[in-house]
Each structure stands twice: as C-alpha cells, then as structure tokens.
C-alpha cells in the first residue's frame, strides 16, 4: 500500500535553469521524472514524483523551474516555483561551479522565515570545479553541502540520503499520533460518522479512516456509530467510553447526548492538532466574536470537490457565522494548494486539511501571523460558534499539563 501523499516527506528542488536539477533528481531517484536538456528553462513547471526512498521513508519530490528563468512564460513559473517552498520539508538549492548568488540567497531568506531546513548540493564539478572562494561562501551559510559531478552517481545517493537524514522534521522522525497519545492505551472510544450528503457512496472521508488506524495502533477499542445510534451505543457499553470523536457536523446533536463526565472532540479540531497549531487555531476562533458589518472572512480549503447542497465550507460554516455574530460579513471562498492573497482579510478558516502536509498549513498560519491575520479551521469554529469549544478542547490541555 503507497503511502498517502499528505504523509509523505515534501522535498523541494530549486536553483538557477540549467544547473542540472532535473539530471541530478534523475540520479538520485534513479528514474527519469524530469526531462533533461542543454537548454535552459526545460522544466516549465513543478514535477512531482513520489517514491520510497530508504533508509528514510516515504518522500515527494518537488522538481521546480528556475528562478531566473527569462523565458516568456518566465512570471508564472518563477511564481509557481515560489508557492511549491510552502508545501516544502526539506530543501534543495543546486547550484554548480559558479557558486550561489541573490537568486539562492533569497531563496535561503524564504526558507529561513519558514524554518524549512536546507541542503546546498555543487553540480557540474567534473566539467569546472568550483573555486575554494566560493566554497567558503556556501560553507557560511550551511554546513549541509554536497559536491557531485556526473561521475559519482552512488556518492551522491548515498551523500545525499545521509545530509537529508541530518534535516528531517521532528515530526517525520517520531510521527505524532492523532489520537493515541491522548487516551491510555486500551481505551474505548466511540466514533461518530453520520451518512449524509458528504459522505462518499461506499466509503468514509480520509480524516475517518486515519483516526481509525491510528486507533487500532495504540490498541483502543473502537466503535463506529452513526450519530442517531450515539446514545443506544453509550447506554449498551458497560463502562462509559473515554473518547467521543464526532464529524463536526454533528457537533452540536453529538454534545446534547454525550454525558459531560466523557470526553468529547471532533475529527477535524484532531487534525488541527496533527497538521497544524491548535493554540494558533483557537486564538483565531476569539476573532468572530469581534468581526463587524463588512468585515471578510476566506474560507480556505487545500483541495478541490464539488460543493453539495448543504456544504460545510460554503454554506454551513457562513450560515454558523451570522448567527453567531449577527453581522453583514463578506464571506469568500478559495481552493487549492496556491495560498491567494490575504491582506483584506480579517479572519481565515481552513479546513481540515486531510489532503495536505504539516509544512503546507504551519506555512499558511505563518503567513497569516505575520500580516495580523486571525486563523482557525472548520472543527474550532463549529464548536466556537456552538458554544462548546472550551468542551471539545479540554483532552488536549490535559495532555499539555
């Protein structure tokens, strides 16, 4: 079974056209993803590969254009190229025996704001080798430096594995749990799915399936239910559960039936904890409480799906928040990985985010901070505008303490 590309180890490839990015990510996976050319700009835009790559796991590539490409098409790519450091873990500037410029000065600027670790590796050396100057240069930026030429194909496979070893997050060391961790082990939980609209015909959405997995990996005993059986299947256990764990939407049904001695949260406000910043998110959620007539509100979601009748992010959500404000907001829309400009802006709602990685969403409330800009996601402000979010919060403070 391939890992989920959400899971996998993001690693970004940058530098100058034709330094020979796409020749060296053709070497070290072995395979020919990208297309390699004299020609410089040859890689017009993001190439993705994923792959095992041992001893370090599940990783994506991310083979980007040029930064300096002077092409016609040139904007477009460089602002392709520029989005994909967002999704990015680890970072590849390749440069060759010219040594590094403003180009990957800035780039290093860029990942340095975002705590993204980085790696320089030195190409083309067999055809001039780089001078000790420049060396130096590239040596007081990092000491995460690999020198290649074409000729040492099993140096840098295995020069490069050790460097990216030395960079992983903490994070993709020691994967968090989304739930196991917060509950003794063996503990019974119950899972509460409802079968609506939303629900794919024959499955259950991701976020379900992971918490369900991660369940059985800390040995808990799980019981799924629909949220019209929740209270014949809490009556029926012989102890109380120690976990209830609802689709937020149906936070609100969920939260009259489960007594209060039981602990109680939901799917998504789990996944801000595993993909994002909960204490982030939370502070974000206190903003609606002071949004005003005209404010805007963006409710981001990292993928794209046909929106139904009754769609948590475009008509749920807006519905929750004018009742819960009783102001005229100006309530907007964005999907997809491209994070859009976010200045007019009073508050952010992200989703669950089950389709991207950490790096991607720790990028966005990043960003978000840094303009003044409130963040939260969908679960936080459900249970916020419900008035149950002090509720659906508390198992993870006493993790905290």
């Known amino acids: 079974m391939q890992a989920l590309k959400s899971q996998r180890l993001h690693i970004g490839v940058f530098g100058k056209t034709n330094v020979g990015k796409s020749s060296v990510l ?5 395979q020919e993803i990208s297309i390699v050319s004299d020609i410089a700009g040859t890689t017009t835009d993001v190439v993705e590969k994923s792959m095992e790559l041992l001893p370090i796991g599940s990783v994506r590539f991310l083979d980007t254009a040029g930064i300096n490409d002077k092409t016609e098409l040139a904007k477009s790519r460089i602002e392709k190229t520029l989005k994909i450091i967002n999704r990015t873990d680890i970072a590849i500037i390749i440069c060759d025996y010219n040594g590094i410029d403003d180009y990957e000065k800035n780039l290093i600027t860029k990942f340095e704001e975002l705590n993204i670790p980085y790696l320089i590796l030195v ?33 840098i496979i295995f020069k490069f594995k050790s460097e990216v070893v030395k960079l992983l997050p903490e994070d993709f060391v020691n994967t968090p749990k ?16 409802p079968i609506d609209k939303e629900a794919p015909k024959g499955r259950i959405i991701l976020p379900q399936v992971q918490t369900i997995r991660d369940l059985l ?25 120690t976990l209830v764990i609802t689709d937020s939407q149906a936070f609100k049904q969920v939260n009259e039936i489960v007594p209060e001695n039981i602990k109680l949260t939901s799917f998504s406000i789990l996944f801000a904890r595993l993909k994002g910043d909960l204490n982030a998110f939370v502070r974000g959620a ?16 990292s993928c794209t799906h046909h929106a139904i009748e009754d769609d948590i992010g475009r008509v749920k959500i807006p519905r929750l928040l004018k009742q819960k404000t009783g102001k005229n907001l100006i309530i907007e829309h964005y999907s997809g990985h491209d994070f859009p400009k976010i200045d007019s802006y009073k508050l952010i709602i992200h989703c669950g ?3 991207t990685n950490r790096r991607e969403i720790l990028s966005r409330i990043l960003t978000a901070n840094r303009k003044g800009i409130a963040i939260t996601n969908y679960g936080i402000t459900i249970s916020y505008c419900l008035g149950i979010l002090p509720r659906a919060i508390e198992i993870f403070k006493e993790v905290q303490n």
Request: include cysteine.
């Open 26 to 30: 053709n070497r070290i996976t072995n």
């Open 123 to 155: 190409n083309k050396t067999d055809i001039k080798q780089i001078s000790e100057e420049k060396l130096n240069e590239i040596f007081t930026l990092t000491p995460h430096v690999i020198i290649t030429s074409a000729l040492n194909d099993d140096e």
């Open 178 to 193: 989304i739930v196991g961790e917060l509950i003794p082990e063996k503990s019974t939980v119950i899972l509460v799915i």
């Open 217 to 241: 990996d800390s040995n808990c005993l799980s019981y799924v239910v629909k949220e019209t059986e929740l209270l014949q299947a809490i009556e029926n256990l012989k102890e109380p559960p």
């Open 286 to 301: 206190e903003t609606i409480s002071r949004l005003q007539d005209g404010d805007k509100v963006l409710i981001l979601e």
């Open 353 to 355: 985010a089950c389709m």
